[in-house]
């Protein structure tokens, strides 16, 4: 029999991390979202589902943004490639949850509408991308129309016609994948959509049926562009002999290839369109296999530092760097990734007021211009070398230091004002390599030696189920974002997925503080009168770890949403946003 791990806590704490990039999957069964393991995620052998048992499906996009370019005919940068994940909650005749695997159920993608009418089916088409009409000469691979780089379709260009289309189950990820699903942000009435969704359904392996499935923002933009610059005129392409394309995009892409031809003139790469930059300059979100720098890459820089070392060192002819160090991000880093427009970074971080250079440092920062500080590389291997592209990035504990008895704390430190347990820099003050700080409680860290996109906590859940997209961690600020209907249909209000019921049938958990990070029950009307009062008399601190050392409340006992519940014999009504706290209802117990 095989052995199924129980989830026995609430979903998620209501609380914002950040991360992305690359890196393993290391994290262990117990393992609540941190290095530490805190809580119990129990264990052993379930009894089968019942007949018609319910189910949860949990689905996200890895990065919260993919990049593709608009067109292919000069060169490429990346291709149409996203990445979908999803784990399926199943609840036994208990109603206790356990994650489901490929025995259990069959996972598949399709297309859906959005509210607004928008629905995405097919990528292949001109008015959607000329990219299979260069993919041969570009990647050496001979796909069909709307084929992906893994062989993936969109599910109206699938020559099978099987509608949905399958997703792989992954025995060491513990949860199903669709890597390299070639959407494309034109939606089917050819408008621009970067946020399309796509539903993510979960059927019972035995009798084919669809018990459940969650509509998932499959991001994409083209807004990842030299035009800024080298369009002809711009500051890179200024004075005689450029392109004079009507075409922008191609205009610009032709300057940039003249440019490198003037620098080093042996690679005549004007004349060997259509180019593909990584072919030269290695790109880890191009090496599917994960082999490192090979052929023409070998000795040559990697791309990351072509583009932000080499243009970070870029002064105008004051001497000012044309990309300044600190930003505004508009000026910057939204010269190039798609912000301006498609503003990619629009999760609970941007509301509240960080931007890019706060995670990743400045350009050179991110081109490793500068050595990483000790603990400054995901694994502790990299410490005192230069800084390696989607591996060493932010993560969670480099803002998230604790909780509001033990933190970490430092004068360099960039602290929010009112609660220095949060930071909103995840690296000291002048520190040029913007190496991610390490946290001493690791109740928000993730998984040793593990970014955020791959790290597991409470039952084996991946963070980005309950948190959010790395770049698009809920909530979005907009109501009426895309990105917000997945936790809605989950839970029925946006933000971290943090209702007990989401996964846990009606009745079956116990009073408990062992949720993920030190979570108790929500919502639950059983944790209201007198129990939580033992509980706070076992452990005051666990308690004040998120009420506040006097039990006035801190973010992270913040109301999810409105909830009114009876205590002391009247009602008690808490606003959305509220801190919970103590004498809300009745007086403080002793401290």
């Not at 490929?102 to 598949?108: A, G, K, P």
């Not at 004040?544 to 009602?571: I, M, N, Q, V, Y």
Request: glycine content about 12%.
């Amino acid at each position: 029999m095989r052995t199924r791990y129980l989830i026995i806590c609430v979903v998620c704490l209501a609380l914002t991390a950040c991360g992305g990039g690359g890196g393993s999957n290391s994290s262990n069964i117990g393992d609540n979202g941190g290095d530490s393991g805190g809580g119990d995620d129990g264990g052993g052998s379930n009894p089968p589902p019942v007949a018609g048992a319910a189910s949860t499906v949990l689905a996200f996009n890895d990065l919260g943004m993919h990049c593709m370019d608009r067109e292919f005919s000069v060169f490429s940068i990346l291709p149409p490639f996203n990445v979908v994940n999803s784990q399926v909650v199943l609840r036994d005749a208990d109603g206790r949850p356990y994650l489901a695997d490929d025995v259990d159920v069959d996972v598949l993608y399709n297309a859906v509408a959005d509210p607004s009418g928008s629905r995405n089916s097919y990528s292949a088409g001109a008015a959607k991308t000329d990219f299979w009409l260069y993919a041969n000469s570009l990647f050496g691979v001979n796909l069909t129309a709307g084929e992906g780089l893994t062989g993936l379709y969109m599910p109206a260009d699938d020559p099978l016609n099987r509608g949905a289309q399958p997703m792989d189950y992954s025995v060491s990820t513990g949860w199903f994948s669709a890597e390299g699903i070639p959407i494309t942000p034109v939606d089917d009435n050819l408008n621009t959509n970067t946020y399309s969704l796509l539903q993510v359904a979960a059927h019972d392996k035995s009798s084919g049926n669809k018990i459940g499935s969650l509509d998932v923002v499959v991001p994409v933009a083209t807004e990842t562009d030299c035009q800024a610059c080298h369009k002809t005129g711009g500051i890179a392409a200024a004075g005689q002999g450029w392109a004079n394309d009507a075409d922008i995009e191609v205009q610009a892409k032709k300057n940039v290839l003249r440019l490198h031809d003037l620098k080093r003139p042996v690679y005549n790469l004007e004349n060997k369109t259509p180019v593909l930059c990584a072919q030269c300059h290695y790109s880890p979100a191009l090496d599917l296999a994960g082999t490192g720098p090979a052929g023409d890459q070998i000795g040559k820089p990697l791309f990351s530092s072509v583009m932000h070392k080499y243009h970070g060192e870029l002064t105008d002819g004051n001497g000012n760097p044309i990309f300044p160090p600190a930003g505004p991000v508009n000026v910057s880093c939204y010269q190039c990734h798609p912000g301006n427009i498609t503003q990619c970074q629009r999760g609970a971080m941007a509301t509240g007021g960080m931007d890019c250079f706060d995670c990743h440092g400045g350009m050179l920062a991110v081109g490793g211009a500068f050595n990483l500080q000790q603990g400054g590389s995901i694994d502790g291997t990299n410490d005192g070398g230069t800084r390696r592209p989607w591996l060493d990035l932010p993560r969670c504990q480099a803002c998230h230091t604790g909780d509001a008895v033990s933190y970490l704390r430092d004068a360099n430190l960039v602290s929010d004002a009112n609660w220095p347990f949060r930071l909103r820099q995840a690296y000291k003050t002048g520190d040029v390599s913007a190496s991610p700080l390490l946290a001493n409680n690791k109740r928000f860290a993730e998984n040793l030696n593990t970014l955020f996109r791959f790290s597991k906590g409470h039952g084996r859940l991946a963070c980005e189920a309950c948190h959010g997209s790395t770049h698009a961690v809920w909530p979005n600020d907009d109501p009426a974002a895309n990105d917000n209907i997945a936790a809605v249909q989950l839970q029925g209000h946006d933000g971290t997925i943090i209702e007990c019921g989401t996964c846990h049938g009606q009745g079956s958990l116990p009073l408990t503080t062992d949720g993920p990070h030190g979570l108790h029950n929500v919502d639950d009307a059983r944790w209201v009168d007198e129990n939580h009062g033992n509980f706070y008399e076992r452990d005051r601190a666990g308690c004040k770890a998120c009420h506040g050392l006097d039990l006035t409340g801190t973010p992270l006992a913040k109301a999810a949403t409105a909830r009114s519940f009876r205590a002391e014999e009247r009602t008690v009504t808490i606003a959305k946003g509220e801190f919970v706290r103590c004498d809300r209802c009745h007086e403080r117990p002793s401290l």
